[in-house]
């Protein structure tokens, strides 16, 4: 009787690993509901739903974990020892502090798809936060189209290198006050990223733990589109402690939107707010809007998946413009629509996160 079976079955492959046996299993469940006892008081929910809390593992009486934070939450390191110390059966907690030295809040900027406006929506955020007085980073992950360095005018720029007490790393660029790294700036003019999974995974994990970004009240982080390997890779590394999502008004971009809000809660991040890019063309004659693209996608999908839409931002022929001269329409037009809307939103995350800074006369008037 012949043999069905391949002829590329191999006899050495790694067998799976035994199943953990119920007393384990128990002992992660018991730990994992002690965790969801300490909240974070910024962001008002436990840090195992925030995603805080990574890489559980319980061994015998022995419970190791990686905590995910920003410079001002390392207080929680000490809470989470003194609650597990409560666990009879635990003799010992390992936790291992996850951190970028020096940044306070890291937030991710992700879309569901390309073309929606999300690097130019994180240049000018990042320009609307410089504004208010906060210090600002941008870290431009996105590896299939790392356009931040010509929207600030660091697109001839080149990458140094620092030597400090923990090794060598990156120095950002900086322009109009923000802090630049972007994967953009190790290719050569003109030359795509062709970066296969690995070396992807390196590279951009260097960016994360390897970039002298020194006190920054914000770090943002402009991911590439979609839930890929470059995604994942990034927020399993990184303290993230929530995304804004960008999205535009048709349905296709709704679609795209909705499958990446799941992947982010999947994984335990928090989304904290949605942003509605050209939701409309206001007439430079009789101030008008025409929503051009339809209407309704960032209110529907707020609704639905019960995310604050934080703000519809207009189409603005200058943004391209200024965009291609370096210039962030934020900081070279503040009074526009465009710009106010995200002045009101720089101001709603400055009061989230407790961020103290000097306002300009006008911004005052927008928060």
Wanted: aromatic content about 6%.
């Amino acid at each position: 009787m012949p043999s069905h079976s391949s002829p590329f079955q191999r006899s050495d492959l790694p067998q799976p690993e035994p199943a953990p046996d119920p007393l384990t299993l128990a002992r992660k469940t018991e730990v994992t509901q002690h965790l969801k006892r300490i909240h974070e008081p910024i962001l008002g929910n436990d840090i195992v739903s925030l995603g805080m809390v990574r890489n559980l593992q319980v061994v015998n009486d022995y419970v190791y974990l990686r905590l995910y934070v920003g410079r001002h939450q390392y207080a929680l390191q000490r809470q989470v020892q003194q609650t597990l110390s409560e666990l009879i059966w635990c003799k010992k907690v390992y936790v291992q502090l996850c951190t970028i030295p020096g940044v306070r809040i890291t937030l991710a900027v992700s879309s569901g798809k390309g073309g929606v406006g999300k690097s130019t929506t994180a240049v000018n955020l990042a320009a609307a936060l410089s504004r208010t007085g906060a210090k600002v980073g941008l870290l431009d992950a996105d590896i299939y189209g790392p356009n931040v360095p010509q929207m600030l005018g660091l697109s001839q720029s080149t990458v140094s290198v620092t030597e400090t007490p923990d090794g060598q790393r990156f120095l950002p660029l900086e322009a109009h006050g923000i802090k630049l790294m972007s994967v953009g700036l190790l290719a050569e003019r003109d030359h795509p990223l062709a970066w296969r999974g690995p070396v992807m995974h390196k590279i951009l994990t260097q960016f994360i733990h390897e970039v002298e970004w020194g006190e920054l009240d914000y770090l943002l982080i402009d991911l590439p589109p979609g839930t890929g390997d470059a995604q994942i890779t990034i927020v399993q590394e990184s303290p993230i402690c929530g995304v804004i999502m960008v999205t535009t008004p048709q349905q296709v971009a709704v679609s795209d939107v909705r499958r990446s809000v799941q992947m982010f809660r999947r994984v335990g991040v928090p989304v904290l707010g949605l942003i509605e890019n050209m939701s409309y063309l206001l007439c430079e004659h009789c101030g008008e809007p025409t929503p051009i693209f339809g209407r309704g996608g960032g209110t529907q999908i707020a609704t639905e998946l019960h995310v604050p839409l934080w703000g519809q931002i207009p189409i603005d022929p200058r943004i391209c413009e200024l965009g291609d001269q370096g210039e962030p329409l934020p900081l070279k037009l503040p009074t526009a629509p465009l710009s106010l809307i995200f002045a009101q939103i720089a101001n709603g995350l400055n009061a989230t996160f407790g961020i103290s800074t000097a306002l300009e006369p006008e911004l005052q008037e927008t928060a």
